[in-house]
Every structure is written in structure tokens, then in C-alpha cells.
């Protein structure tokens, strides 16, 4: 099994940490709240996170939808929020002419899951040494996220994590095969559950995107006991406000006591793991 840091976060060591924050970057004053409060609660509770966000939402329903400001405006904040909060910092890139810029303020790059099979991107995003996150695409088996580990290997990237998020279920729905955990596990990669993006509905509300948040706790449940390395899931103050994926993004106000419970369910597992 791989393993690295990213920041003071660790990965496939056989402990259990997160990627939170809200889907897209709405402000500074926003991101820094969020950051702040979410690095609060994971410092209360004893867990490592990166914090999420992304500059630009590509893959959005509609033309109206709201994409984010941009790759300048949003690294600018991320950075800050960075250096202010001391937080590592992920977020997605959606073209190689991006990898290099993004590298330079993220601490992780993440490949979208509708892009993780286009291989200028992934070897453009290991190029940079920095380590990258590749969600795994709704209409991938986990066992082809093998080839995603192999071209990244390839390129000189030895810090990959593979993310679980659901695939196509007949329309507007998806669908947990649970065995993706070790499966894609098998591959010698810490593997994260994005508990969030699996409960989507895609295009559930005709210009955008509907979601299942009351299952949130549900999922983070079933996939920490799993055996995942991390969790993954976008997280907002006032989701009903959320200028993307609000249906499915789980409130500030639930975080604490789902990561302590998380935390309590990994010590089980590894307990009694022989």
C-alpha cells in the first residue's frame, strides 16, 4: 500500500482521514469561514482533512448554472485561506494548461470523475509532483481504475488516491458497489469514499442536479466500515443557499458528530482487523 502526507494529513497508514469543504468557492469571506470552522471541528474531534473547493465547476447542468469564478480569482482565495487557516488545500482541474498553475497553491489536484480516463490530464497532474486525487468515473468498474493507477505511475506520481462516487444507475440515479473499496484498495492506493456525490441524483431537477443529503450519514457509516482511508464530502453553512450541489452537501451543523462516530467506527474496525 502506497502511503503518503499531504500537509500533516496522512494517507495509507492505516488511519482515517478527510476532504471537506463546500463544492465550489463562493467568496473569500465564505471560504474562510468554512475553512475555519470545519478545521475547528476536526481538531475537536482528533482527525486530519484537506479542505475542498473548486474553482470552476465544469461539468454543470445547465448553461445558468453557477460555475465558480474562475482559476485566477479561486486559487487567489484558496491560497489565502491556506496560509490564514493552515489547512492543506484540494481541488479539481479540468485541462492539462491547468495542472502546472493549480500545483503552485493546491496541495493535491483532483481529476473530475467524467475526465478520469483522459490521459493527457492525469500525466499533466502527475507531472506536477503534487500529489492527485482521481474520482472514479459513474461508468467505471472499479477494476479498470487499475489503468487510472498505471498511467499515473507512469507520468512519476507515486501519491494517488482513488475515489469511489457512485455509477450510473439507470437515469438521474446512482449506485454504492460496495466491493469497489477493496477492489480498488487491491491496487496498492489508499482508496476514499466521496459519500456525497453518490448520493446525487445527476440532472434530477432538470437544470441541475437534485440529491439525498438524509442519507449522508448513512453512506460515511457504511463505507468507514468498509475499510476506506478517507472520506470524502462537501460540506456548506446553509446547503438550501449552496450555488451548486446544495440537495446533496452535508450541513455545517452535522459534521461533528458524524466525524466522531466515524472515527469510533474505524478504531472498531482496525480493533478487531486481524
Known amino acids: 500500500m502506497q502511503s503518503f502526507s499531504v500537509g500533516n494529513v496522512e494517507f495509507g497508514r492505516g488511519g482515517l482521514s478527510f476532504i471537506l469543504g463546500p463544492c465550489v468557492v463562493e467568496s473569500y469571506e465564505h471560504a474562510s469561514?468554512?475553512?475555519?470552522?470545519?478545521?475547528?471541528?476536526?481538531?475537536?474531534?482528533?482527525?486530519?482533512?484537506?479542505?475542498?473547493?473548486?474553482?470552476?465547476?465544469?461539468?454543470?447542468?445547465?448553461?445558468?448554472?453557477?460555475?465558480?469564478g474562475g482559476l485566477e480569482s479561486g486559487l487567489e482565495i484558496l491560497?489565502?485561506?491556506?496560509?490564514?487557516?493552515?489547512?492543506?488545500?484540494?481541488?479539481?482541474?479540468?485541462?492539462?494548461?491547468?495542472?502546472e498553475k493549480t500545483a503552485a497553491v493546491?496541495?493535491?489536484?483532483?481529476?473530475?470523475?467524467?475526465?478520469?480516463?483522459?490521459?493527457?490530464?492525469?500525466?499533466?497532474?502527475?507531472?506536477?509532483?503534487?500529489?492527485?486525487n482521481v474520482k472514479k468515473g459513474q461508468f467505471l468498474s472499479p477494476w479498470d481504475a487499475k489503468n487510472?493507477?498505471?498511467?499515473?505511475?507512469?507520468?512519476?506520481?507515486d501519491?494517488?488516491?482513488?475515489?469511489?462516487?457512485?455509477?450510473?444507475?439507470?437515469?438521474?440515479?446512482?449506485?454504492?458497489?460496495?466491493?469497489?473499496?477493496?477492489?480498488?484498495?487491491?491496487?496498492?492506493?489508499?482508496?476514499?469514499?466521496?459519500?456525497?456525490?453518490?448520493?446525487?441524483?445527476?440532472?434530477?431537477l432538470g437544470k441541475a442536479t437534485g440529491g439525498q443529503a438524509e442519507y449522508i450519514e448513512h453512506f460515511a457509516r457504511a463505507g468507514v466500515a468498509c475499510g476506506v482511508d478517507a472520506v470524502f464530502m462537501e460540506v456548506h453553512n446553509d446547503p438550501s443557499k449552496a450555488p451548486s450541489d446544495g440537495p446533496n452537501q452535508l450541513p455545517l451543523s452535522r459534521v461533528e458528530s458524524l466525524l466522531s462516530i466515524l472515527k469510533k467506527i474505524?478504531?472498531?474496525?482496525?480493533?478487531?482487523?486481524?
Not at 471541528?41 to 454543470?60: L, Q, T
Open 266 to 274: 474505524h478504531e472498531l474496525i482496525n480493533e478487531k482487523t486481524p
Open 79 to 99: 491560497e489565502r485561506v491556506k496560509n490564514e487557516v493552515g489547512v492543506p488545500v484540494i481541488t479539481d482541474i479540468h485541462e492539462p494548461w491547468q495542472a
Open 159 to 204: 501519491k494517488i488516491l482513488l475515489t469511489e462516487r457512485g455509477a450510473s444507475f439507470g437515469y438521474n440515479n446512482l449506485v454504492v458497489d460496495l466491493r469497489s473499496f477493496p477492489v480498488m484498495r487491491s491496487f496498492g492506493v489508499p482508496v476514499v469514499f466521496d459519500v456525497t456525490h453518490s448520493l446525487q441524483l445527476p440532472g434530477g
Open 148 to 157: 487510472i493507477v498505471e498511467k499515473l505511475n507512469a507520468a512519476g506520481c
Open 106 to 132: 493546491a496541495d493535491m489536484l483532483q481529476i473530475p470523475a467524467f475526465l478520469c480516463r483522459q490521459t493527457d490530464l492525469l500525466v499533466a497532474a502527475a507531472e506536477t509532483g503534487r500529489a492527485v
Open 33 to 68: 469561514m468554512m475553512a475555519s470552522s470545519i478545521n475547528e471541528i476536526c481538531e475537536r474531534v482528533g482527525v486530519g482533512f484537506i479542505y475542498k473547493s473548486s474553482f470552476d465547476k465544469a461539468n454543470r447542468s445547465s448553461i445558468e448554472s453557477f460555475r465558480g
